[in-house]
């Protein structure tokens, strides 16, 4: 055997030229299916990491008090039981926040745009200030009690610069309408769809127009020390937080027993019948379920590529492989006369196969994996409309080596089975016709 895989790799060596073409082709196809592979890794972490900077936490914990007529507010009036539980629970805290949030009107000079205003705690909140980027005004600003801060998106469609005083209507959570005024204290560039659908205010202005006391707030976010860890954490503090408070169902369930998006988790909670206070528990994993919808639609997508690119290529391998046996015919011959079996014969293709597409396979990833660095190391900006994608303002990929390792064998075996026609028309080759045949 080990003679067989050593005439095969001299056979390769002596067409280089046939070699090379064949092997560039099944890297060029590897190559795009690995940065795709390798963008689709670092998505959802990056996606993730962002929305949980901008949302404050990769934990939230929202507080739901049931009024008469069955209504249900949503308010943490008194926190020291949360505090208390996620102390207890060890789990690994860079800070925790405090928010509430509306949705209002936004109007200046007869121009009007709904949109949805977070109220936070500025001076706690640093991950924002690194990710909400400024293109006018200054953080400064926003130590005004009624200061607001507007994506560029959004100041444009209301025609307002900084310093600019505008109306906003909404409501208070026990549903009277309410009218503040705000005063523009910057304006961000537009950080995504987020960035686009949440302006900024101070928590305490937010809390007076919704009828909140002081004090009072909606949701608490939690930010871990590690995104990765945040569904392992929750978990811990969810047992915690249940031995001292009433707590929602984490997560339901459809009639197959499959974990359903976080939308469908809440309305099945406001469903059931309850009093009193209770609290609800989410991971930032479960708010973005879709974006991995889209990461498996992507690697969806790199597989079909995979496997329409290599049909094409195995088109390819095989018509050449059926010229190498003729232009061979009568070293066959002479192999076979010399004693070689049949099994012989067709392994010495099969190799030639086999190592075309492990190479062209390695080539392939390599190429790619330096593409991936060569990108990487460009800084698109903390103000790039695609920020919620980059990580710290760059393109970041992830390959797993599974999935590198998978493609291989993948490409191995449609090579194997490309090649395995005319191997098989090699090995039956009568010797003494293929002696005697002139090419």
Known sequence: MKTTANIAFRNLSRQKKRTFLLGGAIAFGVMIVTLINGFAGAFSANVAENFSHLLAG?????????????????????????????????????Y?????????????????????????????????????????????????????????????????????RILVQTQTVYGQNNVGELTVAGISYDSGILGQMVSYASLAYCNELIGLAPGEYQSMGILTASLKDAD??????????????SMFERQAKDENGAVTPFQRMVREQTKEEWAGVR???????????????????????????????????????????????????????????MGVQ?????????????????????????LALIIMG?????????????????????????LPPAKALLNIAIIAALSLVAVARPASNAARLDPAVALRTQK
């Open 96 to 164: 925790m926040t405090r928010r509430s949030e509306f949705s209002g009107t936004l109007i200046f000079e007869g121009k009007k745009l709904r949109t949805n205003v977070a109220g936070v705690e500025l001076d706690k909140e640093l991950y924002l200030r690194q990710r909400l980027v400024l293109k006018e005004g200054s953080w400064d600003n926003m130590s005004q009690s009624q200061a607001i801060i507007l994506s560029e998106k959004t100041a444009a469609r209301l025609g307002v610069l900084v310093g600019d």
């Open 374 to 398: 060569a990108i990487s190391l460009i800084n698109f900006g903390m103000d790039s409309p695609a920020f919620i994608i980059l990580k710290n303002g760059h393109l970041s990929f992830f």
């Open 232 to 245: 392992k954490a929750a978990d811990i503090l969810y047992a915690k937080l249940a031995e001292s408070v």
């Open 279 to 337: 609290y609800r528990l989410a991971t930032i994993n479960e708010m973005l379920s879709q974006v991995q919808q889209i990461v498996v639609a992507l690697d969806t997508a790199a597989a079909v590529i995979l496997v329409v690119l290599f049909l094409i290529i195995m088109v390819g391998i095989a018509n050449t492989f059926s010229m190498v046996m003729f232009e061979r015919i009568r070293e066959i011959g002479t192999m076979r006369a």
């Open 58 to 94: 990769h934990i939230f914990i929202s507080g739901s008090e049931k009024l008469e007529g069955n209504d249900e507010l949503s308010v943490i009036r008194d926190d020291a039981a949360l505090q208390e539980a996620v102390k207890a629970s060890g789990i690994d805290v860079r």
């Open 342 to 366: 049949r099994g012989g014969v067709r392994a010495m293709f099969l190799f030639e196969a086999l190592f075309l597409a492990i190479g062209g396979a390695v080539a392939g990833i390599v």
